[in-house]
């Protein structure tokens, strides 16, 4: 098979992987939905969720009448005049009771502990709030890298299917004596290298293809392609409300809520009880002792070595620590978006006067390739051109790469 055969094949075999992997595109948001529905983390707290419900359940059964039986047989004998006292044991006892008891006039302890599972309840969707978005941003950024490395590639497989064709017009033009054989060997020496370039690029897009794949917990081996995605900033009214902030409120509401919970373990308890069954200690007389009894109990602290004084201040010190990590959130969020929002602006401004260039550079190729074709320029300085176009195009790339890079971080902090 001769070189210029292995050629074809070769720029064939590129431009036949790009048509098949862009029938089968899969956008920025496929990515995103998957990874949304596989990752194991989203899928712990929203089970965290489903347990804080379960566990406001059981707190709200415990309020309930609790019902339970209770049941002893004991037989104390006494041999010799040896063993317990009668006056204590009856000799032998028979208990067999169903009991019931409630907690009452505690209406402000129980709504105090709903709150505190409602609380809970709300911290944890702010968190899957998070969580989403932190794994959105990093999606996002994954599908972008890949997506340099996609176009990096297809841009510089375009210059050298531009290549081939000049070294077949370049090879007659030598054999006529137009151009010299050292020309035409300088302009092989850099097929080559953009041969190995695009291989190296192809490894490169692979990776990061199989990265996004892992990030989203996507187990499909095939390579598709990718389209520049389209990151609009996201038009929060009020930056300051976002899931970023709301978790320093719920842990304000879990702070005050604590103390409340204190405060109830202060106040006065009563109990209403009541049971029924057998109680004997006459096995001959058993049928006489069933009956029931009803009461009620009342408990209140009193002294227990100033805890409570102690609790207050380990509150009072959850709080302050809650403020410091506040304001230097917040202080590092208004530095972040600032930085961010000024290098957005510089990066459009960059990227408008790349974009001029490369037509510039479009046209100028144009026109030094018709020169080439009839012998009047030298292949050298039409290589120069063909390197200046590979660079424009990566400078333009990468402008619009970092525009999409700075607007992700931008929307992770407005969401």
């Given at each position: 098979m001769s070189v210029t055969t292995k050629r074809t094949l070769l720029i064939l075999?590129?431009?036949?992987?790009?048509?098949?992997?862009?029938?089968?595109?899969?956008?920025?948001?496929?990515?995103?939905?998957k990874g949304i529905a596989?990752?194991?983390?989203?899928?712990?707290?929203?089970?965290?969720i489903q347990a804080n419900q379960y566990d406001s359940l059981v707190a709200r059964a415990g309020y309930l009448p609790q019902v339970s039986f209770n049941a002893l047989l004991m037989y104390a004998p006494v041999v010799n005049g040896w063993g317990y006292s009668d006056v204590i044991t009856n000799g032998q006892q028979l208990i067999g009771t169903v009991n019931v008891n409630q907690q009452i006039f505690n209406k402000k302890t129980r709504e105090t502990n709903y709150r505190k599972?409602?609380?809970?309840?709300?911290?944890?969707?702010?968190?899957?709030?998070?969580?989403?978005?932190?794994?959105?941003?990093?999606?996002?950024?994954?599908?972008?890298?890949?997506?340099?490395?996609?176009?990096e590639k297809k841009y510089q497989s375009e210059v050298l299917s531009t290549m081939y064709d000049e070294e077949n017009v370049l090879g007659k033009f030598v054999e006529s004596g137009t151009y010299r054989q050292t020309d035409y060997l300088s302009l092989k020496v850099e097929i080559m290298n953009l041969e190995r370039n695009i291989r190296d690029l192809d490894i490169q897009f692979r990776r990061e293809f199989a990265n996004l794949n892992l990030i989203c917990g996507v187990r499909d081996t095939a390579v598709f392609s990718l389209s520049l995605p389209s990151?609009?900033?996201?038009?929060?009214?009020?930056?300051?409300?976002?899931?970023?902030?709301?978790?320093?409120?719920?842990?304000?509401?879990?702070?005050?809520?604590?103390?409340?919970?204190?405060?109830?373990?202060?106040?006065?308890?009563?109990?209403?009880?009541?049971?029924?069954?057998?109680?004997?200690?006459?096995?001959?007389?058993?049928?006489?002792?069933?009956?029931?009894?009803?009461?009620?109990?009342?408990?209140?602290?009193?002294?227990?070595?100033?805890?409570?004084?102690?609790?207050?201040?380990?509150?009072?010190?959850?709080?302050e620590s809650r403020r410091?990590?506040?304001?230097?959130?917040?202080?590092?969020?208004?530095?972040?978006?600032?930085?961010?929002?000024?290098?957005?602006?510089?990066?459009?401004?960059?990227?408008?006067?790349?974009?001029?260039?490369?037509?510039?550079?479009?046209?100028?190729?144009?026109?030094?390739?018709?020169?080439?074709?009839?012998?009047?320029?030298?292949?050298?300085?039409?290589?120069?051109?063909?390197?200046?176009?590979?660079?424009?195009?990566?400078?333009?790339?990468?402008?619009?790469?970092?525009?999409?890079?700075i607007m992700n971080e931008i929307n992770y902090l407005k969401q």
């Open positions: 075999s590129v431009l036949l992987n790009f048509n098949f992997t862009r029938a089968q595109d899969h956008s920025l948001e496929y990515y995103v939905q596989n990752n194991p983390v989203l899928k712990d707290i929203s089970n965290q599972y409602g609380i809970q309840g709300m911290s944890l969707e702010n968190s899957r709030k998070i969580s989403e978005s932190e794994l959105r941003k990093a999606i996002t950024a994954q599908y972008l890298a890949a997506y340099a490395a996609f176009m990151v609009a900033e996201n038009k929060a009214s009020n930056p300051y409300a976002s899931p970023l902030f709301r978790r320093f409120y719920y842990d304000s509401l879990q702070i005050l809520n604590e103390r409340e919970l204190v405060d109830r373990r202060y106040k006065p308890t009563v109990n209403w009880f009541t049971d029924g069954g057998i109680v004997n200690n006459l096995p001959a007389d058993i049928y006489k002792n069933m009956g029931v009894s009803i009461g009620m109990s009342l408990g209140l602290p009193l002294y227990d070595g100033n805890q409570r004084k102690y609790q207050y201040g380990r509150i009072k010190t959850m709080e410091n990590y506040q304001d230097f959130f917040r202080f590092q969020y208004d530095a972040q978006l600032s930085q961010l929002k000024e290098e957005l602006d510089k990066t459009g401004i960059s990227s408008a006067e790349t974009r001029k260039q490369l037509a510039l550079i479009v046209e100028l190729i144009t026109q030094d390739k018709a020169l080439l074709n009839i012998g009047s320029l030298s292949i050298t300085d039409y290589v120069i051109a063909l390197k200046s176009l590979t660079e424009a195009r990566h400078n333009s790339l990468l402008y619009q790469i970092r525009a999409q890079y």
